[in-house]
């Protein structure tokens, strides 16, 4: 199973959207991203969150362009594609919004071949209430309970590998404002199906890190529009 991975767009109009973002780079960087899945011949792509964003001064209409424009270059090359959305996805549009493009976003689960993609939205503050345009309180990401049993139960059922993947960072060695609040939880599960978890996939912390817990490797896949390379990864299992 070939699997194309890109995270951290942040695409929109802004040339520069600081600390160090380049959504212009972003976007041209995602048309190289594509080509190379489809010549590597991928059975799908996932973006682990983060994919639009919001320039100032931006209305809905503008952002509406944004999310087409990305999604347009991806579905261009045919490839399943999958979001795993972020809390700048959020901060710009709805769940609806996404949907409306086509874009099956988390939480999901899919089968590739042999593998189960297990896809979570942690894009939820402590009292329970999605992220949405407000942008309030972006570090405070927390997985509900109802994610939690789903994800236990998909790890019970699945009949070969798991791939767990999600934008904010369950690996605890991370910046710990870029980790899910109640990430021992979910690591709790995942250390009790470590047997099937062959990898669990994140991004939000741009300069990217890597992990091992329960002997399951942990990586976080860098920003698409901040580093010079390593940009989007084919990952192959």
């Known amino acids: 199973m070939k699997l194309g991975i890109f995270s951290d767009l942040h695409y929109c109009s802004a040339d520069n959207l600081g600390l160090g973002r380049r959504p212009l780079l972003g976007i041209e960087r995602l048309k190289i991203a594509i080509n190379a899945f489809k010549e590597q011949e991928v059975d799908a792509c996932v973006c682990l969150g983060d994919m639009i964003d919001r320039a100032i001064g931006d ?63 942690a894009n939820y503050r402590a009292d329970m209430r999605h992220f949405d345009t407000s942008g309030e309180k972006w570090d405070d990401a927390n997985l509900p309970n109802e994610q939690l049993k789903a994800l236990d139960t998909a790890l019970l059922s699945a009949d070969g590998p798991c791939i767990v993947l999600i934008h904010e960072n369950l690996d605890p060695c991370v910046d710990f404002s870029h980790q899910v609040r109640n990430a021992s939880e979910v690591n709790e599960v995942i250390s009790r199906h470590a047997s099937k978890v062959k990898l669990v996939l994140q991004g939000h912390f741009h300069y990217g890190a890597d992990n091992t817990l329960y002997g399951v490797p942990y990586h976080t896949v860098k920003s698409m529009c901040v580093f010079n390379t390593d940009f989007y990864e084919i990952i192959e299992l």
């Not at 579905?75 to 972020?86: D, K, N, Q, T, Y």
């Not at 710009?92 to 999901?108: I, M, T």
């Open 59 to 121: 209305g809905r209409e503008q952002i509406l362009e944004y999310l087409k424009g990305a999604v347009s270059i991806i579905r261009a090359s045919e490839i399943p594609f999958f979001l795993v959305p972020g809390n700048h996805d959020f901060l710009a549009l709805s769940r609806k919004d996404f949907k409306s493009e086509g874009v099956e976003l988390a939480p999901l689960v899919k089968k590739i071949g042999d593998f189960t993609l297990i896809m979570l939205d």
